[in-house]
């Protein structure tokens, strides 16, 4: 295995763990932090293949490995702002039905 | 061993123990601390790809200020104490099976995929960064600071208490709050 695919390995299983989380609890801060988990495994998986195996590969001004630190920079970003939605979301929920387990949020029925 | 197998091996442990305690355990905040470590590790991890700044950003994105929101996310909505009905073994069973199918797919794909030698320069200065986010990346870098303005905003409107859907008798502007000067 080539230095590439232990970092690749490492992102498989994060993202995984994520998901086991993501479906696993019921609790909307916890498949919240779960979802983080997610995200921090892609931008660890962009940064790993365009530092380490963007060889031939030219963005439209040249090198790659830079390219692929701007991109995790805005997925950063943007899972700074959803988690800022999410968690004044679940602080309305728990305002309006005095729970935040997603158990409890089935209003419709079908 | 070298120092650079040490570096990523402590990181990927660390990623992965976090990852699992914040999965796994039961108390909501037991959850946000192994999250917090899962991150570190990630930035263990980009530190030996040689991204300083980015293993910053995460550190100071992340662990500051997303596990203190969630941390006051916790205080305001769920009491730690209430009891929980625990989940049925099944459910966890199903969820574990689907993540490590998902797993051993993308395993698969990644061992079948051919991937390029490491680029010929490497750009991983900050300057770098700065410098494509403010020419090559810069629709991207206008749309970003967009978003986070409109999810501060937005996010400061959802939570906000809405002043006439209190219950009568406390309707706003009559009830002092409490720890408000009289």
Redesign the interface.
């Given at each position: 295995m080539s230095q590439l695919h232990w970092y690749l390995l490492v992102a498989v299983l994060l993202f995984c763990i994520g998901l086991y989380g993501l479906v696993q609890r019921r609790s909307l801060i916890a498949m919240l932090i779960a979802l983080e988990l997610m995200l921090a495994a892609i931008s660890l998986n962009v940064v790993a293949i365009t530092s380490l195996a963007g060889g031939d590969a030219e963005s439209a001004t040249g090198n790659v490995s830079s390219a692929g630190q701007v991109v995790a920079v805005i997925l950063i970003g943007v899972a700074a702002a959803e988690g800022a939605i999410a968690l004044s979301l679940f602080v309305a929920i728990q305002r309006e039905v005095q729970s935040i387990n997603v158990e409890d949020l089935s209003e419709l029925k079908g | 061993m070298n120092w650079d197998a040490f570096l990523?091996g402590s990181s990927?442990a660390l990623?992965?123990i976090g990852?699992?305690f914040?999965?796994?355990l039961k108390n909501?905040f037991h959850?946000?601390l192994g999250?917090a470590l899962?991150?570190v590790g990630?930035a263990g991890?980009?530190l030996t790809?040689?991204?300083d700044?980015?293993a910053i950003?995460?550190l100071l994105?992340?662990v500051g200020?997303?596990g203190i929101?969630?941390v006051?996310?916790?205080m305001?909505?769920?009491p730690l104490d209430t009891p929980r009905t625990p989940?049925s073994l099944p459910?966890?069973a199903?969820?574990?099976l689907?993540?490590?199918l998902?797993?051993m797919a993308?395993?698969l794909v990644?061992?079948r995929a051919h991937?390029?030698?490491?680029?010929?320069?490497?750009?991983?200065a900050p300057q770098?960064?700065g410098?494509?986010?403010l020419?090559?990346?810069v629709l991207?870098?206008e749309l970003?600071s967009v978003?986070?303005v409109?999810?501060?905003i937005?996010?400061?409107m959802?939570?906000r208490?809405d002043p006439a859907r209190r219950a009568p008798g406390t309707a706003a502007g009559t009830a002092p709050r409490p720890g408000a000067p009289r």
């Open positions: - | 990523f990927a990623a992965l990852a699992l914040a999965v796994s909501i959850n946000i999250f899962a991150l990630v991890l980009f790809l040689g991204s700044f980015l950003v995460l994105v992340y200020a997303l929101a969630m006051y996310a916790v305001l909505s769920q989940r459910k966890i199903g969820s574990a689907l993540a490590a998902v797993a993308l395993w990644i061992r991937f390029p030698g490491p680029p010929e320069v490497l750009e991983v770098w960064i410098r494509r986010l020419q090559d990346y991207a870098f970003i978003l986070l409109v999810a501060m937005g996010a400061v959802v939570a208490r």
